[in-house]
């Protein structure tokens, strides 16, 4: 059941009509208003009156993460700043943080896709839910916070960290649902047990889940664990936050908020458009924002479409979980790697924890992977012998299923920070430049 | 220039008719929905019709914080859960935490309070402002939160920590005002100066902090370092958050929004009502709220009232900046001594830096006190006799001042931990129970 049947179940050519609309409407404005664009598209010979069809999209150049630090703080930003109602930023662990700047509609646009985001992952009006989300500049607490709202639930805003007071809450409150990202997820659930708090046991029910790419495996150990559904929520900073794609309750790919974002799959090296169904990178084009509309943003992210009426109703283009980032794969032995393979294929071993981390070197122009991976309790006290045997288990598995070889070793339970947000998965040990 | 002036300017007559109304429509209220309120009313053989009069609240029992534990979490409701839309809750460093619980109407009365005490501060449509409260169960982060956007400001919700942070984005984005706690904005006062940034040059003009109690002195020391005027919001989670009371531009005394609080000073030891412009404990009875309505509570902070009509035009009561917690009092060589007043009076050395820690221990049946307080840089090097020389500078001006001998340690600079909410001042080893 959608939220807004209108949108949600529209049929082909009537979205399509209503993107076209909504797509030119959006070059004409930042056209208008944003010199950067204008600058761009004049190098490129493209004036936005030329652009007739949704297929003209191919014709625009890309925008990239780049862009936006180089127009830090506010330069791709189309309105004065008194029609400026927040600001977001990313985190910005690596030099200049990424803004985000939202008019009031902006808002309100960005707030009605978290409400149907929500719906659609089983939450109902009246419901209680739990956002432990990071709230501040991060664009996941607030944006989480106003879906909730708008559909009419009873918020608690715990935030993130402060895991036994989460738990308590889960336990004294009686949420319903748990709002966090996957990893902080699984660090609540290995919490509790140490707690010896049943959360099976609890009316947590549902999980909505993002902020970082997860595995289908992952979700299977974060629903087991909990008893709970493990629902996804995909967006980013670029794009005003969650809620550019989603779960529905057949958990079989997430639903592009079409007629927010126009979604392109292109060949990551290539930058050519690929046919439907082809795995590539995910590029998308914001048909409503106002403040800093995105004109083709490459979000490094890799997945595929799928064009199919769903079994919930949504006409929505569906796109598969997001298999890896374009910046983050690696080539090991010749083979190209994400890490989610790693971890899909670490989850397939019994004596393992789903904690790790990656480990990228060089030797030559190869990259170089060691795993570092959590043993079950019981695994690493049988001996060395045993330790040796579960980690040639992992790199037979690996190199069985993958073709490459990759160094594992063992570590005793607990041994890995445990996330509250974003998980760092991939220490990157390279030389730079 | 007020924002709402039907209320914040009512004459007293008119506002101490819509004050009765509401103060019995809150009696009727708790006393048919809340068992908790009905038992203490019955015990005290009072009905709400018996009361006729605003001075009839001293029939009335009190409430106090140990009432809200007993009741965790959700004993004191009036509401059924499916009304109430947000839960905040206090930090609960010490056992259950508070929890206080919204009706939408509640989250609409606590923004209006809010809208005031910025507007009153300052703060005007269009401005930036930057939110550095701790976001989630705090009421501080939201709570500004709301009244920000009420007024049509532009929001940057930081939140609190990442102090090189807040200070980029001072710089950069140009916020008009910044919100935190006052020790939180001393700690971002300190560390711009060793970053080099001058945050008197910045277009930050305006401070509104609160959350914890501080003296004119630190106001002074904040006004002089960030080159803003230094603002106070007043408020506590069991009232709903911030904006329960709040200083306007004649900074002489903090405006209670009257027509939402009745606000009595009592005797903190006999409880019985204190003539007005006497010191004494601060007694608070909600009059609009739904889902947590409280009678008479004892917030413990010592403060006086005056009745007048302000130089802003506002002729709510006027509240004296806190005094002291009446359960932070210390005896000292048989003096009652608040640790507001060894702030005042470290302030006044030249030498020190206003970083410090009380440390509180017993001595037979009286309190002894040790002041670890740091000293500014060139002190401690300057040799062990300067040191001492400084330390009996501070100890003969308290002991003038007050008549109480307390040690003094100087500490060298930036050994004391900056805080990034509510500062902890004092450290209490007497033993327990």
């Known amino acids: 059941m959608p939220w807004d049947d209108e949108f949600e179940c529209m049929p082909l050519e009537k979205l399509q009509r209503f993107q076209l609309k909504k797509f030119k409407e959006t070059l004409d404005w930042v056209y208008e208003k944003i010199p950067f664009y204008r600058k761009k598209f004049d ?33 791709l930003c189309a309105v004065p700043m008194n029609q400026v109602v927040r600001i977001h930023a ?31 992952a089983g939450i109902r009006p009246g419901d209680m839910i739990q956002n432990a989300y990071g709230h501040g500049l991060f664009t996941g607490g607030l944006g989480f916070h106003q879906g909730a709202v708008r559909l009419g639930c009873t918020v608690v ?16 409150f009686g949420a319903k649902a748990l709002f966090c990202t996957p990893s902080y997820a699984l660090t609540i659930a290995e919490r509790a047990e140490e707690m010896k708090v049943d959360i099976r046991s609890l009316p947590v029910s549902i999980g909505v889940f993002g902020a970082e790419p997860w595995t289908i495996g992952i979700r299977d150990e974060i629903e087991h664990r909990m008893g709970i559904k493990a629902m996804e ?6 794009l005003s936050g969650p809620g550019v794609a989603f779960d529905c309750e057949a958990q079989d790919g997430l639903h592009i908020n079409e007629d927010h974002f126009l979604a392109e799959i292109v060949d990551p090296v290539t930058l050519e458009p690929l046919p ?74 019994q004596e393992v924890e789903p904690q790790y981390v990656l480990v990228v070197g060089k030797k030559g122009h190869l990259d170089h992977l060691a795993v570092k991976v959590e043993a079950k309790p019981g695994v690493i006290e049988a001996g060395e012998q045993k330790k040796a045997e579960v980690e040639k288990k992992i790199s037979n598995h690996i190199r069985g299923m993958m073709g490459i070889g ?11 920070t445990r996330s509250e947000g974003k998980a760092m998965r991939v220490i990157d040990q390279r030389p730079k430049g």
């Not at 929520?233 to 670029?238: N, S, V």
């Not at 690696?330 to 989850?347: K, R, Y």
Request: glycine share 8%; charged share 30%.
């Open 276 to 349: 439907l169904g082809e795995k590539g990178e995910l590029i998308f084009t914001s048909l409503q924002r106002r403040a800093m509309p995105m004109i083709r943003y490459r979000t490094k992210d890799i997945t595929r479409f799928r064009r199919e009426t769903c079994v919930c109703g949504r006409t929505f283009l569906k796109m598969d979980k997001i298999f890896g980032r374009s910046d983050d794969m690696l080539i090991i032995s010749g083979v190209n790697v994400f890490p989610s393979q790693i971890e899909a294929l670490l989850l397939d071993i």
């Open 90 to 120: 990313s985190s910005g662990t690596t030099g200049k943080p990424i803004t985000g700047p939202y008019t009031k509609e902006d808002l309100e646009q960005w707030t009605e896709c978290m409400a149907r985001n929500l719906f659609s």
């Open 43 to 75: 190098e490129k010979g493209i004036k936005p009156q030329a652009v007739k069809a949704l297929e003209d999209i191919h014709k625009l150049p890309m925008t990239i993460k780049n862009d936006l630090r180089d127009n830090y703080p506010f330069g």
């Open 406 to 416: 990759v160094k594992i070793e063992l570590l005793a339970p607990k041994t890995i």
């Open 157 to 172: 805003p715990t935030g993130s960290g402060m895991t036994e007071r989460q738990i308590t809450l889960l336990k004294d």
């Open 233 to 238: 929520a995909y967006g980013l900073t670029e």
